[in-house]
């Protein structure tokens, strides 16, 4: 079943960050989403053993960043090394949001949440943010879409 949920629903590619204190950290997610209009929510699902996932429950704001077509490097890049062992910022050009989350310079657009909300879903935790600040960094720009087979 997996497969098929795979092939036939449909996700984009994010980089998940967050500032905790002095430390920064970000995380490949496919499982991003708006939830809510009014107000406006975004979700995020986490799993629980991510470095990132602890680092939002302290800062309790986040930040997607939607990647460009093409940029399946940053989603290796944040997706497969954890921020416990690695400072995955290193070299990489970024901007501090209004609450502090680290932006990716070439990120398409960013939104920054403040969380509202944590639900556990099976082995994921959704995490929950009003979106109190987000802009286009790149216009005429595709955003990357999620393929399995970019990956695994
Ligand atoms: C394309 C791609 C999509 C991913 N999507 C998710 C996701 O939606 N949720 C999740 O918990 N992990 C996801 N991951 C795995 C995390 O990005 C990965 O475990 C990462 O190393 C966690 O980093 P951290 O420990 O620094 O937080 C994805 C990885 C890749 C490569």
Redesign the pocket.
């Known amino acids: 079943m997996q497969q098929v949920v795979s092939k036939a629903i449909s996700h984009g ?1 994010y980089i998940v960050t967050v500032r905790s204190g002095d430390k920064i ?1 970000g ?6 989403s708006q939830v809510s209009m009014r107000p406006l929510l975004l979700m995020a ?3 629980p053993m ?4 602890g680092l939002i429950e302290k800062a309790r704001y986040f930040a997607v960043n939607t990647l460009p077509e093409g940029r399946q490097d940053l ?2 890049h ?7 062992k690695v400072d ?1 910022f290193e070299g990489i050009s970024f901007f501090d949001a209004p609450n502090g989350s680290p932006v990716l310079n070439d990120a398409l657009a960013y939104f920054e949440c403040s969380l509202t909300d944590s639900f556990t879903a099976g082995d ?1 935790t959704l995490f929950v943010g009003e979106l109190v600040s987000a802009k286009i960094l790149k216009e005429d720009v595709q955003p990357l879409i ?1 393929r399995w087979e970019d ?1 695994f």
């Open positions: 590619v950290n995380m490949t997610a496919a499982w991003v699902s986490i799993a991510r470095h990132t996932h989603a290796k944040f997706g497969f090394k954890s921020g416990r995955k994921h999620f990956y």
